[in-house]
């Protein structure tokens, strides 16, 4: 797949409802793309070439749901050239509060790991057969799968060990999935993301996080905006020669030294 032939594809973008989901629903509609996205909560907002259901990840008749949508405007027939999974869910809690003396309940953790593990590994088994059933197109490849992770998974502070968790699966998955898929021309590649103006940041409207954010990232020292996770997706479509990699886009983002 190259930029040239972009136009008329076809992509299914998981968690499309807001953040860097929706910002890939747009841009990748404007690049002439049918997009067909799934959320728990979809957006309002109308994109022509989006297609937006309101669907659960872990839920295997949701995805099929969504899957049925992807067709091709011509013949009809199901197509699926492209598979973005923006789908996640984050929360902080220290494994011990020694205040209170108690644990952190089993039930926070089992929330990341069914959406963040579980909900993606459930999307990309059942789209493997329509990521299959595409010609081989000259480049040696059918189709691609990009995933989201997180820095977390290396750069995890206090509170995060569950969340930091799931983004290492995440980035473990990677290579052995894209191996699994070789023959098939399939390509899997995972964006392992720094701190983005998301809603779940926005939300939190904590100057000392944003402070810290700034610390963090040295350049640019900023919140990465959703557009730029966006044109990297549009490169991995494009670049028939990136698979099996966990790209980092973080600004160079590591915490600071304690003073």
């Known amino acids: 797949m190259l930029l040239n032939t972009i136009k008329g594809l076809t992509a299914f973008v998981t968690g499309g409802g807001s953040g860097l989901g929706l910002a890939v629903c747009r841009h990748l509609a404007g690049l002439g793309i049918r997009v067909v996205t799934i959320d728990l909560k979809p957006s309002e907002e109308k994109i022509d070439n989006v297609t937006g259901i309101k669907g659960d990840i872990r839920k295997e008749t949701d995805i099929m749901e969504a899957l049925k949508l992807c067709q091709d405007s011509n013949d009809g027939q199901q197509r699926l050239n492209i598979l973005v999974n923006c ?9 011990y509060n020694f205040n209170s003396q108690k644990p952190q309940r ?32 000259e480049n040696g490849t059918k189709s691609v799968i990009v995933n ?17 968790a799931t983004q290492g699966a995440l980035n473990a998955m990677t290579l052995p999935l894209s191996r699994d898929l070789a023959k098939e021309g399939i390509r899997v590649n995972t964006i392992a993301t720094g701190f983005f103006e998301t809603p779940l940041v926005i939300r939190s409207n904590a100057p000392e996080l944003f402070e810290f954010i700034q610390c963090a990232t040295p350049c640019p020292s900023r919140l990465g905006q959703p557009e730029e996770f966006s044109k990297l997706v549009e490169t991995i479509i494009e670049n028939p020669m990136l698979n099996g990699e966990i790209i980092r886009l973080d600004g160079a983002c590591r915490w600071p030294e304690r003073g």
């Open 87 to 95: 789908a996640g869910v984050a929360n902080a809690f220290k494994l």
């Open 106 to 137: 089993l039930r926070d953790f089992l929330d990341l790991v069914e959406i963040n593990v579980y909900g993606t590994f459930n999307v990309i088994r059942l789209s493997i057969p329509l990521l299959a059933n595409n010609p081989m197109s």
């Open 148 to 164: 989201t992770s997180s820095i977390l998974a290396w750069e995890g502070h206090e509170g995060q060990t569950g969340y930091s």
